[in-house]
């Protein structure tokens, strides 16, 4: 498993190392072009999102309203709520900027496959996590904007809510219900080719990244943010992500939370979807020089979250044997 991680993580930087060298590709506005490769690739991802996903499973979440509440709230409240206590110390643009991308981030909705993945290997409450998982991207199309639109202060950049709430349906909420709808014809085929899903989704974030940075260097932004600066960015996202772990399972102690309940609401309450990353940034930062920089804090977050949980889920798992 951790092979197969570091292999997407060292491709996440080979995509930022070619946006470096070779940006021409990225902003090319021909009539085909990344962003035209890229919202297609987009719609088919959650298409085929909405396939895997079986009503029944859905069914079996449903009823657990106590796991779904801390689950949605972690996601959605504390993670801003944490960050946002940092707000009064940024002084200059340039931090403000990279406030924005950490708050970015924690506005973000939970990762869906590795959350379930990870539960089913601690041996927790699968259909709770199924649930939570895949009503958190819905959730996020609508709360993520939100709380962006709070707080977007961005010279020459502005946030039309309506028009990215509409870009979003567009791209995510439609191919979901259209795959949701066919489930019962295609939904068999999907799951016999879940490997090679993953491939897909993985090369469309790979080209995002790829557009995304290639935009953020032809503008020169990099050369205008130290590297101390976005070491603090790197370090901050791993500490948010032990402080919400410790969070969640302290409320879930203070909920007396069942064992499989607990670990569903530490494993989907905790994750950030670096997928839904991508993709809301193409939509919210479309026309942003910082678009490259706005996914620096999801990647590493992402690359944490994915090889310490993987850790922690192993042990769970092992207790439960022993």
């Known amino acids: 498993m951790l092979k197969k991680i570091d292999g997407f993580i060292l491709g996440l930087i080979g995509m930022i190392f070619l946006a470096w060298i070779f940006p021409q590709a990225g902003v090319y506005k021909g009539a085909v072009n990344l962003e035209v490769l890229t919202d297609i690739g987009i719609a088919l991802i959650f298409f085929f999102y909405g396939l895997k996903l079986s009503p029944q499973q859905m069914k079996e979440g449903l009823s657990n309203y106590r796991l779904h509440v801390l689950v949605q709230l972690s996601t959605f409240l504390l993670f801003p709520l944490l960050v946002l206590v940092f707000l009064p110390l940024m002084q200059t643009e340039e931090q403000y900027i990279l406030w924005l991308a950490m708050f970015f981030l924690a506005a973000l909705p939970s990762t869906v496959s590795s959350s379930v993945v990870m539960v089913v290997l601690a041996k927790g409450n699968m259909p709770g996590a199924i649930f939570n998982a895949s009503i958190s991207g819905l959730i996020g199309i609508v709360v993520t904007p939100l709380w962006m639109g709070l707080f977007w202060k961005v010279e020459g950049a502005s946030f039309d809510f309506t028009s990215i709430f509409q870009s979003l349906l567009i791209k995510i909420l439609v191919p979901v219900i259209a795959g949701l709808l066919l ?52 370090l901050a996202s791993v500490a948010l992500f032990g402080l919400v772990y410790y969070c969640i399972a302290w409320m879930a102690g203070r909920m007396h939370f069942n064992r499989e309940d607990r670990i569903a609401a530490l494993f989907c309450g905790s994750k950030k979807s670096l997928v839904h990353g991508t993709v809301f940034s193409k939509v919210l930062f479309q026309h942003v020089a910082s678009q490259g920089l706005f996914l620096v804090p999801i990647m590493v977050y992402h690359a944490f979250q994915l090889i310490i949980v993987s850790f922690i889920a192993q042990r769970k798992g092992q207790e439960v044997v022993e």
Request: aromatic content about 14%; hydrophobic content about 50%.
């Open 183 to 234: 489930h019962r014809y295609w939904g068999a085929l999907v799951k016999r080719h879940l490997k090679l899903l993953a491939r897909f989704d993985k090369t469309v974030i790979l080209l995002i990244v790829y557009k995304s940075f290639s935009n953020s260097f032809s503008s020169g932004l990099f050369s205008t943010v130290s590297l101390l600066s976005l070491l603090i960015v790197g």
